[in-house]
């Protein structure tokens, strides 16, 4: 079976405090996709990234990092000098390679105050 | 189209009525998922089209739900004799094949049982 915890509910942050937010997956694929969505307060989910559970390598996008770790079956992301326009609900998600559906975590709603 | 579609965007429907709802996917796309979202709740999964192959049925809630798709195109999401449970917004996402299986997601149509 596969599965994504979200443990963090809600988080509050400061304008510029930097803020993780928590994802871990269980899956018995040995080949399979992890991804991290946005959903601002439109609605629209907004896709962020993807990442293949054979590249372990960290990634930045400006101020967006992932950290992916196999040993501990954990795709954190961090949002560094968080900024307002960051409040959003941040769903984790995980797909196997073999084609079968996206499962999501129960979303994580960060809010940023200024 | 550039991105997923949907119809209608809001929808208000009497109890004990049956409704349709309709996902344009991206033009290209092999695979199609539809899910529910309850208010301030995560996705919960409910059909998944993967090009010819047999869906997968799997979250639908109930035998009054069920969904098609043609070929590769638009695919109908039908509740029958809905109830006032089933109000949610319900989102179609696509994504283009195997190895790009990120997912994009239409606005999604909200969904009110009164």
């Known amino acids: 079976a596969q599965k994504v915890t979200q443990a963090q509910t809600e988080i509050s942050v400061v304008e510029k405090e930097d803020v993780t937010l928590d994802c871990v997956y269980e899956?018995?694929?040995?080949?399979?996709?992890l991804f991290w969505y946005k959903q601002p307060p439109s609605g629209e989910l907004v896709f962020l990234i993807r990442?293949?559970?054979?590249?372990?390598q960290n990634e930045i996008s400006g101020r967006y990092s992932w950290n992916f770790q196999k040993s501990t079956s954990s795709f954190n992301f961090t949002i560094t000098a968080s900024q307002v326009v960051d409040s959003a609900v941040y769903f984790c998600?995980?797909?196997?390679?073999?084609?079968?559906?996206?499962?999501f975590g129960a979303g994580t709603r960060l809010f940023v105050k200024a | 189209g550039a991105g997923v579609s949907q119809s209608p965007s809001n929808k208000v429907t009497e109890k004990g009525k049956d409704v349709e709802l309709r996902c344009d996917p991206i033009?290209?796309?092999?695979?199609l998922y539809w899910y529910r979202q309850r208010l301030g709740q995560g996705l919960e999964f409910l059909i998944y089209?993967?090009?010819?192959?047999?869906?997968?049925k799997s979250g639908l809630p109930s035998d009054r739900f069920s969904a098609e798709r043609t070929g590769e195109s638009v695919s109908t999401l039908t509740i029958q004799r809905t109830q006032q449970e089933d109000s949610a917004v319900y989102l179609c996402?696509?994504?283009?094949?195997?190895?790009?299986?990120?997912?994009?997601f239409g606005q999604g149509t909200r969904l009110t049982v009164v």
């Open positions: 033009s290209g796309h092999t695979a």
């Open positions: 990442r293949n559970s054979f590249d372990e």
């Open positions: 998600a995980l797909k196997g390679a073999g084609g079968f559906k996206t499962i």
């Open positions: 899956t018995r694929d040995t080949t399979y996709y």
């Open positions: 996402a696509s994504s283009l094949n195997r190895d790009l299986p990120e997912a994009f």
């Open positions: 089209f993967q090009g010819n192959s047999a869906p997968d």
